[in-house]
């Protein structure tokens, strides 16, 4: 089972970014992502399983969305009006249960993280 992640990048205070994350070895009920920036314990991002249910993270909902493919087994973030503190490490994250959760030992799978750092 292998998640790859991809997308991040620099971009300038108030940009966009699109992370994508493909998942192969089997489906998943919930796909999500969290953050880590440096200095600070992993945070969660979003989340959505596959019946459409979706959960954000408040310091970001109305800026980010995500979604996902089930057919190619991808889960897509965009990332809009980004701010200087959304500079982190991203991962992908999957877990067998369509029950979507914030916390991150809940689990199961991670990708290998892709840096999305914006400029102030």
Do not use: H
């Not at 699109?18 to 200095?39: H, N, V």
């Not at 249910?53 to 009006?81: C, E, H, P, W």
């Amino acid at each position: 089972v292998q998640l790859q992640a991809s997308g991040g990048g620099l971009v300038q205070n108030g940009g966009s970014l699109r992370l994508s994350c493909a998942a192969s070895g089997r489906t998943f009920g919930t796909m999500g992502w969290f953050r880590q920036a440096p200095g600070e314990e992993r945070e969660f991002v979003a989340a959505m399983n596959w019946r459409g249910t979706t959960d954000y993270a408040g310091s970001v909902n109305g800026r980010f969305t995500i979604s996902r493919s089930v057919a190619k087994d991808t889960v897509y973030l965009q990332m809009n009006s980004l701010k200087p503190e959304d500079t982190a490490v991203y991962y992908c994250t999957a877990r067998g249960t369509i029950v979507l959760s914030t916390t991150a030992a809940d689990y199961d799978y991670w990708g290998q993280g892709t840096q999305v750092t914006v400029s102030s």
